[in-house]
């Protein structure tokens, strides 16, 4: 069964700094691996998918990567204001469409 | 596209309960996922359909819980009798079938149980 671990749990980080969000798995034959948003109350928004062949993905000030062998994959935010504050999960994809989700790492980003 | 709609957006019940969840899935996607949110065991799937067809139920907790997708367009969760651990945010997503394709996710329904 996969085990998804998000650390850190939760993180605080003054506007404009880098960040980088970390993601281990258990179960490394997947098929690819998603990072959501997810705002208080509201429901997960895709931010990127990054499929088992690809080591990286980009989207904007976003950039998630891969290491698929060693179970791991990260999620690095540049230069962060505070509209990123939200929790963060990934999912990787080990059957078919079924996803497994991490805890979620909790980010505020303090104007 | 609107998007995946869910309805009631809240519930609140009484132990014993029936409570009836539904869902609205993007058109055109043939796949759609029932989850379940709470604090304890964060994010977990129950049930997932592809072509209106169940697949996988093995994450529904209980007899208690059951799921349907009679067309293309529109699935239930149902919880009979609901009891107070059932409370969480129940959420929908669909996608095109296969394994490369992104999930979408409805806003959720954040049930009560009393």
């Known amino acids: 069964k996969q085990e998804v671990t998000q650390i850190p749990a939760a993180l605080s980080v003054p506007e404009g700094e880098n960040l980088v969000l970390n993601c281990s798995f258990t179960?490394?034959?997947?098929?690819?691996l998603q990072w959501f948003r997810q705002d208080p109350g509201k429901g997960l928004t895709s931010l990127l998918l990054i499929q088992s062949s690809q080591r990286e993905q980009t989207s904007g000030r976003l950039n998630a990567s891969l290491d698929k062998s060693s179970g791991r994959s990260t999620l690095y935010i540049a230069a962060s204001q505070p509209g990123d504050s939200a929790t963060y999960l990934c999912a990787p994809n080990n059957a078919g469409n079924m996803l497994t989700f991490g805890g979620g790492t909790r980010l505020m980003v303090k104007p | 596209d609107a998007g995946v709609i869910q309805s009631p957006r809240h519930e609140v019940t009484e132990m014993g309960q029936e409570v009836t969840l539904r869902c609205k899935p993007i058109s055109g996607h043939n796949s759609l996922f029932w989850y379940r949110q709470t604090m304890m065991r964060g994010l977990e799937l129950l049930i997932y359909f592809n072509n209106n067809v169940p697949i996988d139920d093995s994450g529904m907790p209980e007899d208690r819980f059951s799921a349907k997708m009679p067309n293309a367009s529109f699935s239930t969760l149902k919880i009979q009798p609901s009891e107070p651990r059932d409370s969480a945010v129940y959420f929908c997503a669909s996608s095109l079938a296969g394994a490369k394709n992104i999930q979408y996710f409805g806003a959720g329904t954040r049930l009560s149980v009393l």
């Open positions: 179960d490394s034959a997947i098929y690819n």
